[in-house]
């Protein structure tokens, strides 16, 4: 089946730094979503994206969804320890059915202290 | 503050036997859905449901079963564990309202012996 391709796989960063990752596809979508998901629990919402373009912020995260409509990407400012988890990327796209959202496959993300 | 409940949490199951795993969700929400996590994998459909007494496969449909007789219950059910279906299940629900994020449970960690 259909995947993003989401990059980097994983990453270990210090404290303080900024982290960034995406997700592409090879098809267009009109939503895109970025997901948290800490260990033993279920995914928990960040952003939702709705239009090509759009910028928005929780906090100290800011998604944008690609002007093309094929990417999106998450920007992650001064991490802190708690930043620590699994990120994922899901798109919804025209042709694949609605309510059915596509998931990347996960950037874990390591906070060095 | 429920959300998305899933029942039980863990559980090891010989080949061959069955067992339902439960969902319910308390916010009203249409659409439902199961995914399996495997690792490096992401997020895959299982089976899902636009509705009460409707429901459509997914990409891995093989091996489960579903049905959706109230608003607020999904169960999925194993008819004859394999080794293969060793993984994390997670129920997710939306709101039928356009493409609107999924909300997820925090999974059944499943084991099959």
């Known amino acids: 089946g259909q995947q993003l391709n989401q990059s980097p796989q994983s990453m270990f960063i210090q404290e303080g730094e900024d982290v960034s990752m995406n997700c592409t596809s090879s098809?267009?979508?009109?939503?895109w979503l970025w997901y948290k998901q800490d260990p033993g629990e279920g995914p928990v919402l960040l952003i939702a994206?709705?239009?090509?373009?759009e910028l928005t912020s929780n906090g100290r995260l800011t998604a944008q969804f690609g002007i093309t409509r094929k990417d999106s990407f998450l920007n992650i400012s001064a991490s802190i320890p708690s930043d620590v988890g699994i990120y994922f990327c899901?798109?919804?796209?025209?042709?694949?059915?609605?309510?059915?959202?596509?998931f990347g496959t996960g950037t874990r993300l390591k906070v060095l202290a | 503050n429920a959300g998305v409940t899933q029942t039980p949490k863990f559980q090891v199951l010989k080949t061959g036997q069955s067992m339902t795993l439960q969902c319910a969700q308390d916010?009203?929400?249409?659409?439902m859905s199961w995914y399996r996590q495997d690792p490096g994998m992401g997020l895959r459909l299982i089976h899902y449901?636009?509705?009460?007494?409707?429901?459509d496969q997914g990409e891995v449909p093989n091996g489960y079963n579903v049905s959706r007789s109230t608003t607020e219950d999904f169960p999925l059910r194993l008819l004859s564990a394999a080794p293969s279906q060793t993984s994390v299940y997670f129920c997710?629900?939306?709101?039928?309202?356009?493409?609107?994020?999924?909300?997820f449970g925090d999974g059944t960690r499943l084991s099959i012996l």
């Open positions: 899901a798109g919804h796209s025209p042709t694949s059915g609605t309510y059915k959202y596509i």
């Open positions: 449901s636009v509705g009460a007494g409707i429901t």
């Open positions: 916010m009203n929400h249409e659409y």
């Open positions: 098809s267009i979508f009109n939503t």
């Open positions: 997710a629900s939306s709101s039928r309202q356009g493409t609107q994020p999924q909300h």
């Open positions: 994206l709705y239009k090509a373009g």
